[in-house]
């Protein structure tokens, strides 16, 4: 199977400066966009790479998007949340290292 076959659009969100009704200014992730993506867990042993840092990551996303930032975006797939480790966009598509995060509220 190809990599395009495993590509399904996911939320883009960015940690961005907001106004609170109450004037007030608060940082937090807004959705910006949706973006088609191929995330695969390392274990699948899909992808290898030793251009990028998968040192902490626990999953490798494959997107045609380019310009993702580490700490500024992350993904977010259903009830699942990743957070960007490491950005590779040398090629067509880019490699993304993910690591899965709780979302903020559970435990």
């Given at each position: 199977?190809?990599?395009?076959?495993?590509?399904?659009?996911?939320?883009?969100?960015?940690?961005?400066?907001?106004?609170?009704?109450?004037?007030?200014?608060?940082?937090?992730?807004?959705?910006?966009?949706?973006?088609?993506?191929?995330?695969?867990?390392r274990e699948d042993r899909i992808y290898k790479s030793n251009t990028i840092?998968?040192?902490?990551?626990?999953?490798?996303?494959?997107?045609?998007?380019?310009?993702?930032?580490?700490?500024?975006?992350?993904?977010?797939?259903?009830?699942?949340?990743?957070?960007?480790?490491?950005?590779?966009?040398?090629?067509?598509?880019?490699?993304?290292?993910?690591?899965?995060?709780?979302?903020?509220?559970?435990?």
């Amino acid at each position: 199977m190809s990599v395009n076959s495993k590509m399904k659009y996911v939320d883009l969100q960015s940690f961005d400066e907001v106004q609170k009704p109450s004037g007030q200014f608060k940082e937090e992730w807004i959705s910006n966009q949706k973006i088609y993506m191929a995330i695969f867990s390392r274990e699948d042993r899909i992808y290898k790479s030793n251009t990028i840092e998968l040192s902490e990551g626990t999953h490798i996303g494959i997107t045609y998007t380019k310009g993702l930032v580490k700490g500024k975006n992350r993904i977010k797939v259903d009830d699942s949340i990743y957070n960007i480790t490491s950005v590779n966009d040398d090629a067509l598509r880019s490699v993304v290292a993910l690591k899965e995060v709780q979302p903020s509220g559970e435990l």
